[in-house]
T-cell receptor, first 112, second 116 residues
Framework: SQKIEQNSEALNIQEGKTATLTCNYT??????LQWYRQDPGRGPVFLLL?????KEKRKERLKVTFDTTLKQSLFHITASQPADSATYLC???????????FGTGTRLQVFP | NAGVMQNPRHLVRRRGQEARLRCSPM?????VYWYRQLPEEGLKFMVY????????ESGMPKERFSAEFPKEGPSILRIQQVVRGDSAAYFC??????????????FGPGTRLTVL
């Protein structure tokens, strides 16, 4: 069956450290993968998109990797800050459709 | 440039009533997507619409749920004869181009439906 898995347990890290979140998928062949941030009571906010032919993408303190052999994407936040505390969602396309499939998200808590 | 607007933000209905959720996409966006998010679950795709057309409704329950995006006015997600299991957050997103082009979709703040 098709699955997208993100670590359901919250990730707690200290301010200044690098946070690494994982997104694994099975039985999909996505053309691209996206990462979103969601704060409580609000809609998701787009962060980064990485295509299947790209290994790595960066945006300020954010870095995303995409390994189509491992069927995994890693999302890194360097020099993390308490303001980075939120739930982070990965999403991928369902192959030649206009539909996005979302993971359940990982909650990140950055403490001072 | 206003973002995606959804109203109401909170909606309470009794079992058997109708719920009507509205979504106004960003200016210049003609593609609208509806998602449902249950507590502790991820966003689930429901339906994708372009102006006056339903493109993909594969994620929408066959009964009681319907969606439209008229030529004029907001997109509407309608749930008839609501049941407690319909309680969830419903999010609308819009994009200028379709997602096959890897265009970015922008989400609204959501409507939180509670069925008593």
């Amino acid at each position: 069956s098709q699955k997208i898995e993100q670590n359901s347990e919250a990730l707690n890290i200290q301010e200044g450290k690098t946070a690494t979140l994982t997104c694994n998928y099975t039985n999909y062949s996505p053309a691209y993968l996206q990462w979103y941030r969601q704060d409580p009571g609000r809609g998701p906010v787009f962060l980064l998109l990485i295509r299947e032919n790209e290994k790595e993408k960066r945006k300020e303190r954010l870095k995303v990797t995409f390994d189509t052999t491992l069927k995994q994407s890693l999302f890194h936040i360097t020099a993390s800050q308490p303001a980075d505390s939120a739930t982070y969602l990965c999403a991928l396309d369902e192959g030649n459709t206009d539909k996005l499939i979302f993971g359940t998200g990982t909650r990140l808590q950055v403490f001072p | 440039n206003a973002g995606v607007m959804q109203n109401p933000r909170h909606l309470v209905r009794r079992r058997g009533q109708e719920a009507r959720l509205r979504c106004s996409p960003m200016k210049g966006h003609s593609h609208v997507y509806w998602y449902r998010q249950l507590p502790e679950e991820g966003l689930k795709f429901m339906v994708y619409l372009q102006k006056e057309n339903i493109i993909d409704e594969s994620g929408m329950p066959k009964e009681r749920f319907s969606a439209e995006f008229p030529k004029e006015g907001p997109s509407i997600l309608r749930i008839q004869q609501v049941v407690r299991g319909d309680s969830a957050a419903y999010f609308c997103a819009s994009s200028r181009l379709g997602l096959r082009t890897t265009d970015t979709q922008y989400f609204g703040p959501g409507t939180r439906l509670t069925v008593l």
